[in-house]
């Protein structure tokens, strides 16, 4: 996505270079950082970036329509030699009523079982509204009181957790929630939250059905929030490398496939 507008307001990030030249990549066949970069499967090793490769290839154009496009991957050569397994990935981007829904299709082309995570990484304006300040917005969780953030060690998950505490189901937001890097959720109720001010009337709401797990991050004093449901997500610091073993990672038989999707609505009232 480059862009989401309603009624001439921009509500998608429009990755200024200076804090982070991204607007919503797609994160697959992994989700955040691998252990020393690297994965063992059937005996070998891989080397694999992080967030995966999905996020920096082209897609091939499936259809379009005025309320639809899907765009697709296929596994290549280049592909297998970090990730051995052939496989279709598509994205589907479709305007609905005042939503937008993005539904990610994994099928596995290969003969044997697939392992793979896949997740979004949209990030929206904070203000929305330039006579605004970022801190006041505020994220209302559908479902959550209390939040429980993994804390991150050089992008890897450990066994710590911080309380967050939230004030009628909402966490204000403010620059220094992400000066220790994403926060991490394993553990949430809700499936939706709402990017909202009780200075303004525009806002969005963000569903994530079928997402296990969620990530909240911004750049260092960026004026975005980046909200990520994840279908799987960084190795833990005591993972053992092998894929199989691989926490929140997504089975799919030979010749079967798998679909997700998230949604965000604009509001104004």
Known sequence: ???????GIEYLWQADPAFWAKHS????PFIGELKDGKYIFEDTEYKMPRHGFARDKVFSTEQTSDASAIFTLNSDKETVDIYPFRFIFKIEYRLEGSGLFCTYTVENRDNKTMYFSVGGHPAF??????????????????????????????????????????????????????????IVLKH???????????????????????????????AKDAPFVCLEPWCGIADNIHHDYQLIHKEGINELAAGESWKRTWSLEIFSA
Not at 204 to 218: H, N, S
């Open 1 to 7: 996505m480059q862009s989401v507008q309603s009624n």
């Open 25 to 28: 990549p797609v994160l697959f």
């Open 125 to 182: 304006k904070v203000p929305i509204m330039d006579t605004l300040e970022y801190t006041d917005y505020t994220l209302k969780f559908d479902g959550d009181d209390v939040l429980e953030k993994y804390v991150l060690h050089n992008g890897l998950t450990g066994d710590d957790r911080e309380t967050i505490t939230l004030n009628n189901k909402e966490l204000q937001l403010h620059p220094s929630l992400f000066y220790a890097d994403a």
């Open 188 to 218: 949430i109720s809700s499936r939706q939250v709402a990017l909202k001010t009780d200075k303004d009337s525009h806002g969005l709401r963000f569903a994530f059905d079928g997402f296990p797990f969620f990530g909240i991050w911004a």
